[in-house]
């Protein structure tokens, strides 16, 4: 640790201060370092379908801190090397005050890859927040032994690293980790990372044997946590991806493409890589809304989601399949109401007043006239059957016919029998 010490005085890290990041990892500080990979060109199938970029013209994560709690990021990575893009974190599985910005595994790379890498010319590959921040912060430098054995991590360095993100303000906390037991430790950082309004996201596990039993899982089974299972390119649950009602929602995890180390990418499997296509999606949501405390961050992503396989609220798809546009978009009119022209009150037209004024007169005119003429022309026959009629009798009122004193009889006629009388 010595030397880490020293290599790291000759080593001034300069990562989140606008400045080129310097992050190799310093001398003895990687057990097996992991080799740069080539660029992959082609366009991942987990980013053709979330499509991340119909939300940017409206959030891009912009102003948002995500800690990704891991093995480092390394931060020259072509694209994650954009000033101010990967802080200089903090290192709390060496001691000696390195920072986190350096990684020897890829597997924190890769994590901070899906959540906020630059696209680039030519490579098919970005992250889901592209503006936002990452804060890295090194738990661990191995996820495997020397046999391929699963290494555990120490839960103190954990829980230092969750409660050294959230009072750095991270409004997003990435955990793509998980394990059978409960820490306590782990419990109350994540409780503290809750209490100052961080969302914190972690991986469901890996380590489901059949599809009916379900295993503990934490960090994801604590409260305030946001567990994510895995699914793959068909929608079906990736195998091993765990069951449990704290699976929340579901994120692409079967053979997604991640940056590595150094440079290039590779394919990866697992929750550990489903979880940051949430957290990044976290990010975007909390850059459009930052209104929204986590918890409704949270509740509006699963009302957001894509419906899933399992429906509704299964132990193994939660809410469903994570969907960045409309978690961004939904409810949000990103158009300003136009602005109405001020009025301006026109002049009356006085010769078109008056001309309107003397055709509803003329016409009024008319209707009258019409009136007297028909008037006219009915007096005029009845005055022409009444004249002669009353010369003849001279004038003299003539008598009514007399009404007979008994009525008429109208005698019915015989009646006739269809059936003859027997």
Known sequence: MAAVAAVLAATALRVGGGAAADAAPPAGACHDAEPAHPQVQAQPW????????????????????VAVVDSGVDADHPQLRAPGKVRAGRDFFLTGGLPGAFDCVSHGTGVASIIAADPLPGVGFHGIAPDA???????????????????????DAVANGIRYAADQ????????????SDFPVIRDAVGYAVARDALVVAAAGNGQ???TAELPSYPAAYD??????????????????????????????????AATRVDGHAYVDGTSF????????????????????????????????????????????GAGLVNPYRAVTDGLDPNKPAALPA??????????????????????VAKWLTAAAIGGIVLAALTAAVLPRGRRRRWRASRATRVPTEPIVVEPPEQVFLISEP
């Open 46 to 65: 987990a980013q053709q379908t979330l499509d991340p970029d119909r939300a940017w013209p409206y959030s891009r994560g912009a102003g948002v801190l």
């Open 274 to 317: 489903a979880a940051p296509f949430v957290a990044g999606t976290a990010a975007l949501v909390r850059a459009a809304w930052p209104q929204l405390t986590a918890a409704q961050v949270v509740q509006r992503l699963k009302a957001t989601a894509s419906p899933a396989r399992g429906g509704l609220g299964s132990a193994g798809y």
């Open 209 to 211: 044997q059949d599809t």
């Open 224 to 257: 305030g946590v946001l567990g994510v299972g895995a699914v793959d390119i068909d929608g079906a649950r990736m195998s091993g991806s765990q069951l449990g009602r704290y699976v929340g929602i579901v994120a692409p995890g079967a053979k997604v493409l």
């Open 169 to 180: 303000g991270a409004k997003v906390i990435n955990l793509s980790l998980a394990g059978h």
């Open 133 to 155: 921040q990452v804060l890295p912060v090194r738990i661990t430098d191995r996820d495997f032994g020397d046999q391929g054995e699963t290494l555990q991590i120490n839960p």
């Open 343 to 364: 009025y301006v009150p026109q002049p009356p037209d006085l010769p078109l007043l008056h001309r309107i004024a003397q055709e509803e007169h003329t016409a009024t």
